[in-house]
């Protein structure tokens, strides 16, 4: 159990003793700095320690900000310090350097009217902050965190506290403060409540997670009827998935149950629930006699290669710095910033992106009352509309900054490459081209060629394997330099681009039984592994390992493997669906068996936890 020190007797009627018990905490009473160092010293060495002023007065939820998030080693309101496991020798050699009498120590940070001595957490926090150990202070808003130093002032204090409704407080900021229009006024002014009901009956955020996903399941399950009573169910069903998809975070943010693992599993759950729901649809088209296949793949394609491009870029310019004087701000953001003055043109311009649910939404409601093709076809039309609306934007943000990118961005944009043996081997030897474009120059030109002969040439040519090689050593020579340009950061999109529709227009023109869905089922295992690598650098936990890219082949390679596949056996009808269904469960099983080893690894050794707060697309 969480152990909290306080540095004195508790002040008479105050409710701050069952306060701490009620956030977990067993409380311990200090006499003075010594005892408190001693109880310190007691305490367990794997929990979490609290040091509170016992004259503390404020929200039970300021307290809870402060003393429960796991996300941060230290954090501190006025009054009130906690530290983890990994903080406690600082936090020790904080307390021991506090020579100087506490009620002679500088006051700073928010306090009540009325204190004339610091409180000994504040003490401690300065003395962190000064050791250069990071100490998170949580946006208190309205609520109240104060250290009276007197009768009038505490029952100030006390006043202010009794104005303010700190469950409402915990309510508004379960709910995230950007989202989309139809999150935003369609789902979020009830699932709050359903999140504050989870956390009260002990659900936690990644029972609520998994939930949604098997909701979704049994949406995609009742869209393969094929019937208009399953499809009407299954807009229902892919409705409720996503007000859990929301509750799940909102409960996380509620209760403050942030961790690693449900961070991934949140993120990965939203990518499996929306592609299973592509392939029910395609399935339920199928029993009428409609085939669609190909626009489920290319549905998954481009949002895919979408969610890529705002990996991609958030990640080049997550910390590039200024050139000069120069800020990082560009015309275009600068435009971008004005129009978020204005009311009306950030929803309209939330609502262009087509964020999760909005398109949720839209296929939800085209189920019920269209057909699986009339929802792809509407899904391809506005997800293209937002892809142009949005690579724009970050084209023109990217020429008009002036800002270098740090090795760490550079390094980030070549795990996202996936550059498998082939590219490696051609990077380490091929010269590194010069020129501000010349890496999404040289993939692009790659990507054309390998794309305009999956379109062009007769399935199962040999021409076909001729550029993929050609595509794997231009892929090589992209990304021997240090990917540090200005538009660098598209290198990974179009690598992405490449493979994806090169698999979808070798199996739609192939004309053999079940290759599309065999391309489908191969194209959301290398998906996945995609995805994994954005969370793991995202998470700062580094790409997967290389040994793993090598065994599944690297981008490169699966083009080249799939060729060669479609021209050894382009003259059987089954052969190469059976092929296509092999690797595609190969690869599958490779990066969900590390994928998953890791992420529950990382999960028991205590890795930092972190709380996606999801995608915008």
């Not at 005892?35 to 007065?57: C, K, S």
Request: net charge neutral; charged share 15%; proline share 5%.
């Amino acid at each position: 159990m969480s152990t909290a020190i306080l540095t004195g007797a508790p002040v008479p009627g105050s409710p701050l003793e069952g306060d701490l018990r009620s956030l977990g905490f067993d409380v311990r009473t200090a006499s003075g700095d010594q005892d408190a160092a001693a109880l310190l010293a007691a305490a367990p060495t794997g929990e979490r320690v609290a040091v509170v002023d016992p004259r503390f007065v404020g929200h039970l939820h300021a307290l809870r900000l402060a003393l429960t998030d796991p996300r941060f080693p230290v954090a501190a309101v006025p009054g009130a310090l906690t530290a983890k496991p990994e903080a406690r020798a600082a936090l020790t050699r904080a307390l021991a350097s506090a020579d100087a009498p506490v009620s002679s120590a500088p006051v700073q940070g928010r306090t009540a009217a009325g204190q004339d001595t610091a409180a000994l957490p504040d003490v401690l926090a300065l003395a962190l902050d000064a050791e250069g150990v990071p100490v998170q202070r949580p946006e208190l808003g309205s609520l109240v965190a104060a250290v009276p130093g007197d009768p009038q002032s505490r029952h100030e204090a006390r006043a202010a506290v009794a104005a303010v409704d700190d469950e409402a407080v915990r309510l508004r900021s379960a709910v995230k403060a950007r989202d989309g229009f139809f999150t935003t006024y369609c789902i979020s002014p009830y699932s709050r409540y359903i999140a504050r009901w989870c956390a009260r009956r002990g659900l936690t955020p990644n029972q609520v997670t998994t939930a949604s996903l098997i909701t979704a399941l049994i949406a995609a399950g009742c869209a393969a009827t094929g019937t208009r009573g399953g499809y009407i169910a299954a807009g229902l069903l892919l409705l409720f998935s996503f007000v859990l998809d929301c509750t799940d975070g909102q409960l996380a943010r509620y209760s403050l149950q942030y961790s690693t693992l449900g961070a991934w599993l949140d993120a990965t759950f939203d990518r499996a629930k929306e592609y299973a729901y592509y392939a029910g649809l395609a399935l339920g088209a199928a029993r009428s006699g409609d085939d669609v296949w190909a626009l489920a793949l290319g549905a998954m394609v481009l949002q895919t290669c979408r969610h890529v491009v705002d990996f991609s870029f958030n990640e080049a310019n997550h910390d590039a710095t200024a050139l000069g004087k120069l800020s990082l701000a560009s015309p275009t953001a600068a435009l971008s910033d004005k129009l978020d003055s204005v009311g009306w043109t950030v929803w309209v311009r939330r609502m262009i992106v087509l964020p999760i649910g909005e398109r949720w939404a839209m296929i939800a409601v085209l189920t019920a009352v269209t057909t699986p093709r009339i929802v792809f076809y509407a899904l391809l039309v506005g997800c293209a509309l937002a892809a142009c609306y949005t690579t724009a934007g970050r084209v023109l943000r990217s020429l008009t900054r002036r800002a270098t990118r740090t090795d760490r961005a550079a390094q980030a944009l070549a795990d996202l490459a996936d550059s498998g043996p082939i590219a490696q081997l051609v990077a380490a030897h091929a010269p590194r081209i010069q020129g501000a474009f010349a890496a999404p120059v040289v993939a692009v030109v790659g990507a054309v060629a390998l794309i305009s002969a999956a379109l062009t040439q007769p399935f199962g040519s040999t021409q076909m394997i001729v550029a993929a090689v050609f595509y794997a050593v231009l892929s090589g020579i992209a990304v021997a330099r240090n990917l540090k340009g200005a538009l660098d950061w598209l290198v990974p999109p179009v690598f992405r681009a490449a493979e994806y529709i090169t698999v979808l227009a070798l199996a739609a023109r192939s004309g053999i039984d079940g290759a599309l869905p065999a391309a489908f089922g191969l194209v959301a295992a290398v998906a996945y592994h995609h995805y994994d690598t954005v969370y793991r650098i995202k998470g700062g936990t580094g790409a997967p390992p290389q040994w793993l890219v090598r065994t599944v082949g690297g981008q490169e390679g699966r083009i080249l493997l799939v060729a060669v596949l479609a021209a050894a056996l382009a003259t059987d009808n089954t052969d190469f669906t059976l092929a296509l269904t092999v690797f595609a469960v190969v690869v599958a099983l490779v990066v969900l068996a590390e994928s998953i080893h890791f992420w529950v690894t990382a999960h028991k050794r205590g890795a930092p936890a972190v709380h996606d707060e999801g995608e915008a697309a």
